[in-house]
């Protein structure tokens, strides 16, 4: 099994939700989206400081592309380069 990249802040007992299965409406905030099968997985999701540390191998690649999709827009909203790489820094 993959370990996935949590995508929103938990708050209020909320359920952590996969980058992979979800849609960012920011500041922390996620809407599921129309992949069912990613739902209600039970894989590890896990935050960005435990993710870098899972071995590459074990890593979800969904998750790797879309955390560096948002990695990216958050660095640009902050004035930065873009990075080619999600723990690039």
Do not use: W
């Not at 960012?24 to 990613?38: A, I």
């Not at 890593?59 to 879309?66: L, P, Q």
């Amino acid at each position: 099994m993959k370990v996935h990249l949590r995508a929103n802040k938990q708050t209020n007992g909320q359920a952590a939700r996969s980058v992979c299965a979800s849609r960012s409406l920011g500041n922390g905030k996620t809407s599921v989206n129309s992949r069912m099968s990613y739902r209600n997985m039970s894989s590890s999701i896990v935050s960005y400081s435990e993710f870098k540390h899972v071995p590459e191998a074990d890593r979800c690649a969904h998750c790797m592309d879309g955390g560096l999709s948002i990695k990216n827009r958050q660095r640009s909203a902050s004035g930065k380069p873009p990075v080619a790489h999600l723990f690039d820094d």
